[in-house]
């Protein structure tokens, strides 16, 4: 298997884009299947997987087990309350090289930023995947999504995917910007100054909202991480009244372009209840994906497909 | 399967008589196999399980799970701890729904009595079971001591069951009010006056304990549940001088008849010590009971069976 | 299986000599098969395996986890969390008796040396491993420890282990006294005079480290356990430098000799950075073959072998 660097997920680079296309197939047959309630085959059968969550996200993990799951596979799980007890006197890279020595087929890691995950996955004897990586990067959340459009659009290709929100702190928003763009889609960021200085060259930045709205095909909406802007001169007043989704607002929005978020969404803030009525709202449809995505994922990365 | 409304455990109204009927046959035919040492049928291979246990309970989340496991199936834990995890900004209809969209094959629910349980169960397009909603209603536990006694004696057809002590705050009684006269057994409930506010008609009550003794085929003693009297004119010296189950008052008990306690016990308390080594004592038959009704539970809602 | 008293493993002393070497016998080709890439047989299909775990432990915890998945057995972990909610006003028997009445098929325990094992292992109807009791004994580290001795040089008699540092709060230790000893090895033991205090009959003491490094064959390191040293003139700075592996005092260590620690390592108090780097370092073998040990003993226990 080729279109992975060191059979690993990293970032949205690990993957060559036709890797990326082999992984959309493989999710996709998997959904197919999975919706006509059948089995699929259990290619991951006998494969133990350790779950190493230094942060909390059962979110993601639960989605990631449910995939392993879904194929076969043995889930062990370490987060975060149990690495307290495993750490005794012991570095993060003391705890993951002894989940490592335990030898599991496969490593799923979720941490802070200050972790050094580039340098375990480049010793690592077997594959580890990303699952979120302080504000750096979550490739699996961009592969989801991506999907997601590429289901219902068919293709990413010219697709106008506008981002709306705490875009800074959002290490979903950045493994965006790399997939999304590789994939042909056009991206506009809009959110209120203070969340948006941080865009790298390429993607178009538009502060009317309404205005941005009227030409795009998905809304994607990002969580206000309202933790990290204690100290500064927030107004969630202004936020909500400039940029949060309501029935008014979405009047702008084509009929056929899509509401996605990835959750979980701060209802009153990023979109305000009954949003979630429309058909057009896929928050769902994103989750679920992201079992298949995953699933998907693992399966080629222990080259079991 | 028309024995149950919306393929869902909401309370012991869910069941029809032959639902019942249909549960308890089953439960008795995995019971056999498994003690004869044989292995089940894997009837719930390939299924996903979610546990949704929003209140510490350790016990009922066990037997759930092994009932699940040892049909196949695969369980999803999420538990008090990791639900303050998901709940970043989350209300709890928003974290139940996350759940269902991953799409699992079954949620089991054990919540407060706030939750919105049957809303839940309404518009699931999955099975739902009820593990324990605040002190409205706890079905399983209910079916399992029914299973117990018709184990034992055949049938509850004019059994006289006796419940003792806290009753009031006991979703346990109120499921068994229901159930158990349903099928056929007769009731007495005996405990302090505060105790026994809440008792519905139909219902006998009895001030006398050790008259109420002497004429029943079942005793079971009710956990007090000490955190919701502190602020009352509770004793507790009182409570066990009239309403302990020793060594003494046992002589009143019929020889044939049965002590069940839904668990844990206080000892001391409801219980003295000694009280189990008695061929009568029945709690540990319950618990092991707990496991096959719950796993015939899940096979009749999944279809497998 | 009559090389087990009771079908359990309480310490080394449960099993017979005969029983070490078919378990060391069955853990070498679990091995073999498992680094050839394939999957051992499903020895434990169908089998539920209870993990009762009072104190933290999550490394045991999982190497118990991983073996018994290997082997295709389920889990039910009840850990030290998950305890305090199972315990209203239950002693930590009822819990195990409660436990023991959902009838597992094995149940692994993690205590402290207050509660009552032996009793428990005398009276269960189905196999207990002890995975840590208190300060008193550590069988399967014992095991592990011996296994990876002698799956190196091919047997233990006649070989020197010195074991160096907090023997006296050592479980570890006690353990591996009796059990390398009936295994042929000679044991030597180094530390401060504060840690050794409680040394067996039969086992050489030696205040010199560098010197009795000369002649050892295994250098076991221990973790010192600063939390049992806080009211005593316990220097750190004086452990260091005495009892310290370090680049300077490795030159006393033969060129066979192997470097082991049960985990984990107080780097920079036993020891410093840099010794994991020699091919003598034998740590994450130990970890590796724990799982192998692991999954031979529970594999005899329950008669599948």
Redesign the interface.
């Known amino acids: 298997m080729t279109s992975f660097k060191n059979r690993s997920l990293l970032n949205v680079e690990s993957l060559s884009t036709e890797g990326i296309e082999r992984l959309f197939s493989r999710a996709k047959s998997i959904k197919n299947q999975?919706n006509a309630g059948q089995?699929p085959q259990p290619t991951l059968a006998?494969k133990?997987i350790?779950l190493f969550f230094t942060e909390?996200?059962?979110?993601t993990k639960?989605?990631f087990?449910?995939a392993a799951?879904?194929l076969g596979a043995?889930c062990?799980i370490?987060d975060?309350?149990?690495?307290s007890?495993?750490s005794?006197?012991?570095?993060l890279s003391?705890t993951f090289?002894?989940?490592h020595?335990?030898?599991?087929d496969l490593i799923i890691v979720r941490c802070g930023g200050e972790a050094p995950l580039e340098d375990w996955i480049e010793k690592s004897r077997i594959p580890v995947i990303n699952a979120g990586f302080g504000s750096i990067a979550h490739p699996t959340q961009a592969l989801l999504d991506a999907f997601t459009i590429e289901d219902i659009f068919g293709s990413l290709q010219d697709r106008r995917i506008l981002i709306v929100g705490d875009v800074d702190h959002s290490r979903v928003a950045h493994s965006h910007f790399r997939l999304l763009k590789r994939l042909g889609a056009k991206i506009t960021v809009c959110g209120p100054k203070m969340m948006t200085t941080l865009i790298p060259q390429g993607i178009d930045v538009e502060s009317d909202l309404d205005k941005a709205m009227k030409n795009c095909d998905v809304f994607m909406g990002l969580r206000v991480q309202f933790e990290r802007h204690r100290n500064q001169s927030f107004s969630k007043e202004s936020y909500i009244k400039n940029y949060s989704l309501d029935e008014k607002r979405l009047q702008n929005l084509p009929k056929e372009a899509l509401i996605m978020h990835p959750?979980?969404?701060?209802?009153g803030v990023e979109f305000q209840e009954g949003v979630e009525n429309h058909a057009q709202f896929k928050?769902?449809d994103q989750?679920?994906n992201?079992?298949f995505v995953r699933a998907a994922l693992m399966e080629i990365l222990l080259g079991s497909h």
Do not use: F, H, Y
Not at 56 to 59: G, L, P, V
């Open positions: 999975i089995l006998g133990q350790v909390a996200s059962t979110r639960l989605s087990q449910m799951q879904r043995q062990l370490v975060d309350q149990q690495r007890s495993l005794k006197g012991e570095s003391d090289w002894t989940l020595s335990l030898r599991p959750g979980p969404v701060n209802w928050m769902w989750k679920q992201g079992v």
